[in-house]
């Protein structure tokens, strides 16, 4: 379906990096969007296109407007916290930026790799060239 005019582009297609970082910080609804996806692709530019810091800093702008915005409110059977919930929007962008640091830029996670090693490799070459030796 075509964009109506004067609306912002909007991708959720989560094959995008957009669509990813959408998808992370739960920027889905289409009907009322959190960021454009020029303020999405902002993120990814200042985290040098790291999907995941692109989202931390999505869930931190929510978290700061959330706190800011919401306050603590009780009405007769209804109570809000917006500092509760920046808190754990900013817990969730913790751990994005921990499962960022795990990664290298390609996305892949790092690992291991187990390497025959013999510490005497060299005492071992030493001695042979002593037993051939003048």
């Known amino acids: 379906m075509p964009i109506p005019a004067g609306v912002p ?7 995008t990096v957009i669509g990813q970082v959408r998808l992370l910080c739960t920027d889905l609804d289409d009907a009322a969007p959190l960021f454009t996806d020029g303020q999405i692709a902002a993120f990814l530019s200042l985290e040098q296109s790291n999907v995941r810091l692109a989202a931390a800093q999505a869930l931190d702008t929510i978290a700061t407007s959330e706190a800011l915005v919401s306050k603590v409110i009780r009405t ?9 919930l920046a808190a754990e929007l900013r817990a969730r962008a913790q751990g994005l930026r921990d499962q960022a640091a795990d990664r290298d830029t390609a996305g892949n996670l790092f690992g291991l790799d187990v390497v025959d090693y ?14 051939d030796g003048p």
């Open 76 to 84: 007769q059977d209804l109570q809000t916290d917006g500092a509760k």
């Open 9 to 15: 582009p909007f991708t959720t297609d989560p094959t």
């Open 118 to 131: 013999n510490p005497n490799t060299w005492l071992q070459a030493e001695f042979a060239d002593s037993v």
